[in-house]
């Protein structure tokens, strides 16, 4: 294993480690609202679910835990009677939004110690980084579900959008 790879674990360990704090609120909670929030409000139990990378089950119990607190709403689907629709309570956008806007600020401790040219430089090889390891569009939701969009400039400037969309545009090459 090399340094820089441990260095990044303990990295990634103290930022998961901060954001939590930061939010107080338990990680899957976190990623479903903003990913509701940002992705999938309305979609269904299952699209939340695979965005979040848990099981049906684990998106089940997700899911009914929201709605307890009253932070989700879940609806018939319209066209599929059988699927449920999840959808943001007032007070579920707001938390959402705290919860985004407590990230960043707790991330953004964690470069304190860099000046502006470290950390251009650093958004250059993190960007590169997320880039190689976003296969697809599934891989970029499953990525994004706690980003704030409007802050890496989706989708001209996310990287992981670009690789989703440059992986796309190449399967495409091969299949025709």
């Known amino acids: 294993m090399s340094r820089t790879a441990n260095l990044l674990g303990a990295l990634s360990l103290v ?15 976190s990623a479903a609202l ?60 707001a938390a959402a939004t705290r919860i985004r806007a407590a990230r960043l600020e707790a991330l953004d401790t964690l470069l304190d110690g860099l000046d502006p040219a470290r950390r251009a430089q650093l958004d250059e090889l993190l960007a590169r980084a997320l880039s190689a390891a ?11 579900r706690i980003c704030d969009p409007g802050v890496c400039g989706h989708p001209e400037r996310c990287p992981v959008t670009r ?12 299949s025709s």
């Open 134 to 144: 976003t296969v697809g569009r599934d891989d970029a939701r499953h990525i994004c």
């Open 34 to 93: 903003v990913t509701l929030q940002t992705m999938t409000d309305g979609g269904s139990i299952d699209e939340l679910r695979r965005v979040l990378g848990l099981s049906h089950s684990g998106g089940v119990r997700v899911v009914k835990a929201l709605s307890r607190a009253e932070l989700v709403e879940l609806r018939r689907d319209p066209d599929d009677g059988r699927a449920v629709q999840v959808w943001l309570t007032k007070d579920g956008r």
């Open 15 to 29: 930022a998961a480690d901060r954001v939590r704090d930061a939010t107080g609120a338990e990680p899957t909670w």
């Open 163 to 174: 690789a989703a969309d440059d992986a796309e545009a190449l399967a495409a090459t091969r």
